[in-house]
């Protein structure tokens, strides 16, 4: 909403740095909601301007907003800084940079209990935002995980019964 | 003795004397004082022929560091080694227990056969009897890593609560939080002494790069069917992770400007 709002007043898309000051500052803003605890709306805002191209801040906790060149959050992130501090490497291609976030991602859901189901990755560039989904058979599995079983014949049609 | 240090009159030092029978230290409030604890990140993981031990070295006192170069890697037997994590003087204890059942135990059934060795299930066992009986009493997470004639090398994990699991590899402790999803993307079956060396000491440099209970050195333990060996990698041979600072070298008796 206040992104639209200004974007009028402005005439051009914002700089993701303008997005994210927004969102911190509603954080920041409501430090006192939910008897004190905040807001509890986390975010990592990333995009591409043409000012000062590829960007990505946390807006974490307390209403504290940081430029870093990667990040994470969320139950499940606790489990991959490691592999995070260990992979990033600087100006990595696209494919390497999605594989990456990919396998990250699925070791994440193998540990955490809250975190699971598929992969959305959006690739934020000068052409625009690109979605992509990752379904979990098209996951490299994890280790200790059981893999995902495969159906034989026909998928749907007799509502999963086989004899 | 104790009768001339507690103050007549109402100051905080009275009053905290009388409550806690300590001074308040460091200035900081008793109740915030925890107890000593190795927040900590251990872990063991067989390879080829043995098993390698890794921790960090801190200790802590809520944010105190009590011990930066503490010793988190205790030997049972010549052949069997434990690794602690939680509280300090639960795990020290728990340690003394097992070594001496184990000694105890091999008196009375190995006699003169292999002395100073044990089958690391046993010292396991021993290991999660006791930290299942005490569990209410108990904050002890304990990995036991070895190699015996037996079943070869070996590795348990026996986590809070008492249980005991033999497993490939695991960690332990605070910082192993942050580099479960590491260790499950690069773990591989059979590696060399020395990629499983290297393996542990950049697991443990990267739990120490982001838990705050974690820090000082890399202590590795390496257990075969010769014997064992102990290292000690100081932090400036931990390979650095995105954005860390590294370690400014002093100058001996000199002041860093």
Known sequence: ?163 | WFSGLIPEDDTALSTTMAAYGVPPALGVAPEMMEEISTGTTIMACQYDGGVVLGADSRTSTGTYVANRASDKITMVTDNVWMCRSGSAADTQNVCAYVKNLTEEHNMQRRGDLDPGMADVKLVANLTMQLAYKNKDKLSAGMIIGGWDATLGAQVYGIPLGGSMQRVPFTVGGSGSAYIYGWCDNTWRENMTREEAEGWVARAISLAIARDASSGGVVRLVTIHSKGSSRQMLEPKHQSLCESELPVIPRKVGGVVG
């Open chain 1, 1 to 163: 909403y206040h992104v639209e709002q200004i974007g009028m007043e402005r005439d051009s898309p914002l700089d993701v740095k303008t997005v994210a000051r927004i969102s911190n500052q509603i954080n920041y803003q409501n430090k006192s909601a939910n008897h004190g605890a905040g807001l509890g709306a986390y975010m990592i805002i990333g995009g591409w301007d043409s000012n000062n191209g590829s960007q990505v801040f946390s807006c974490t906790a307390g209403g504290n907003m940081i430029a870093t060149k990667w990040t994470t959050d969320g139950s499940g992130s606790t489990y991959i800084w490691g592999f995070m501090d260990n992979g990033f490497k600087e100006n990595m291609t696209r494919e390497e940079c999605e594989e990456f976030v990919t396998a990250a991602i699925t070791l994440a859901m193998s540990t955490d209990s809250s975190s699971g189901g598929c992969v959305r990755l959006n690739t934020v560039n000068a052409d625009g935002i690109h979605r992509k989904l990752v379904k979990p058979d098209e996951l490299v599995p994890v280790y200790g995980e059981l893999a995902t079983t495969t159906r034989h014949g026909h998928v749907g049609s007799s509502g999963g019964m086989m004899l």
